[in-house]
């Protein structure tokens, strides 16, 4: 069933877990995620790139999302990522996204607060329409910025974490929720976009420092290759949401690379390898669900 992202996060939160947010750039990867959301029992959160809502095709991939978050037997929530494009937030909020990462964690402080307070007007016109599209959409922002790039698995810096210049300035959170209006908020705290190079070293510190200045749920990016001991800690400082995007990719790509061969030797045997493909996006999203689930 498809559910409110703030409240299925703030629901998991009260239960003493965290709510994964997986990375779908295709329809393969997302049934894959439910299903395993389903074995488990637990709700969990279907991410779509900025690149990806920006194309026809992924508008209708958006919409498929839509559908199967309607039809799923757990919680199921529909993301844009990252966004910073008005257009690109409104067309796939008009597709059936049901909330959104207005990230403007790249401009000045002033900026990222006019960025997200922007998004929430048209959102509030897409509503006022008639369409009733931005009625329930819910904002997250992001203050700090992280290394690395979504969309692609390249390392970070050389000690393998973000510079501390990116880490979220704790003293401006009460400011930049209130002023921003937004719902959730993604922090910046030593994790990174992509591969880390060496072990993460998170500042758990900055986060709970964090965690008492905000009442609203707070959001871990970069989670891939983040040790599943660090991971669990999470919720305790108020942490709902949590991203992966790098391993999930890593491990159907391996799989393709590994099963092609053989199922082309099978009579072009797709639907084996879609099954293969399946299982490996399945199997990471269920640890990723038990991890979280702690």
Same mark, same amino acid.
């Given at each position: 069933?498809?559910? /409110?992202?703030?409240? +299925?996060?703030?629901?998991? $939160?009260?239960?003493?877990?965290?709510?994964?947010?997986?990375?779908?750039? @295709?329809?393969?990867?997302?049934?894959?995620?439910?299903?395993?959301?389903?074995?488990?029992?637990?709700?969990?959160? $279907? $991410?779509?790139?900025?690149?990806?809502?920006?194309?026809?095709?992924?508008?209708?991939?958006?919409?498929? #999302?839509?559908?199967?978050?309607?039809?799923?037997?757990?919680?199921?929530?529909?993301?844009?990522?990252?966004?910073?494009?008005?257009?690109?937030?409104?067309?796939?909020?008009?597709?059936?996204?049901?909330?959104?990462?207005?990230?403007?964690?790249?401009?000045?402080?002033? @900026?990222?607060?006019? $960025? =997200?307070?922007?998004?929430?007007? =048209?959102?509030?016109? #897409?509503?006022?329409?008639?369409?009733?599209?931005?009625?329930?959409?819910?904002?997250?922002?992001?203050?700090?910025?992280?290394?690395?790039?979504?969309?692609?698995?390249?390392?970070?810096?050389?000690?393998?974490?973000?510079?501390?210049?990116?880490?979220?300035?704790?003293?401006?959170?009460?400011?930049?929720?209130?002023?921003?209006?937004?719902?959730? #908020?993604?922090?910046?705290?030593?994790?990174?976009?992509?591969?880390?190079?060496?072990?993460?070293? +998170?500042?758990?510190?900055?986060?709970?420092?964090?965690?008492?200045?905000? /009442?609203?749920?707070?959001?871990?990016?970069?989670?891939?290759?983040?040790?599943?001991?660090?991971?669990?800690?999470?919720?305790?400082?108020?942490?709902?949401?949590?991203?992966?995007?790098?391993?999930?990719?890593?491990?159907?790509?391996?799989? #393709?690379?590994?099963?092609?061969?053989?199922?082309?030797?099978?009579?072009?045997?797709?639907?084996?390898? +879609?099954?293969?493909?399946?299982?490996?996006?399945?199997?990471?999203?269920?640890?990723?669900?038990?991890?979280?689930?702690?």
């Amino acid at each position: 069933m498809r559910v /409110r992202l703030d409240q +299925l996060v703030i629901s998991a $939160l009260q239960q003493g877990s965290a709510v994964p947010a997986f990375t779908c750039y @295709d329809f393969t990867t997302a049934l894959a995620v439910v299903g395993a959301a389903e074995a488990a029992g637990r709700g969990v959160i $279907l $991410l779509v790139s900025p690149s990806t809502a920006a194309t026809r095709n992924g508008l209708r991939l958006i919409a498929a #999302l839509r559908g199967l978050a309607d039809g799923a037997g757990v919680p199921v929530a529909v993301q844009l990522d990252h966004a910073s494009k008005l257009r690109v937030i409104a067309d796939a909020v008009s597709a059936g996204a049901d909330s959104v990462l207005v990230d403007g964690s790249s401009l000045d402080y002033e @900026d990222n607060i006019a $960025l =997200v307070r922007a998004a929430g007007a =048209v959102l509030d016109v #897409l509503a006022s329409g008639g369409s009733g599209a931005g009625s329930e959409i819910v904002i997250e922002a992001e203050l700090g910025g992280l290394a690395g790039d979504e969309d692609r698995a390249f390392g970070s810096g050389a000690a393998g974490h973000a510079p501390a210049a990116g880490f979220t300035d704790s003293a401006q959170v009460e400011d930049f929720v209130a002023r921003s209006g937004a719902q959730l #908020l993604a922090v910046a705290v030593g994790n990174v976009h992509g591969r880390y190079k060496g072990e993460p070293e +998170l500042r758990w510190d900055v986060l709970q420092d964090i965690a008492v200045r905000t /009442r609203i749920p707070l959001v871990l990016h970069g989670a891939s290759g983040i040790p599943a001991a660090e991971l669990v800690k999470a919720a305790a400082m108020n942490v709902g949401k949590v991203n992966f995007n790098t391993e999930l990719r890593t491990g159907v790509l391996e799989t #393709l690379e590994a099963c092609t061969a053989a199922h082309r030797t099978d009579g072009e045997n797709l639907q084996g390898l +879609l099954a293969d493909w399946d299982a490996s996006a399945g199997t990471f999203a269920a640890a990723a669900l038990a991890t979280l689930s702690r």
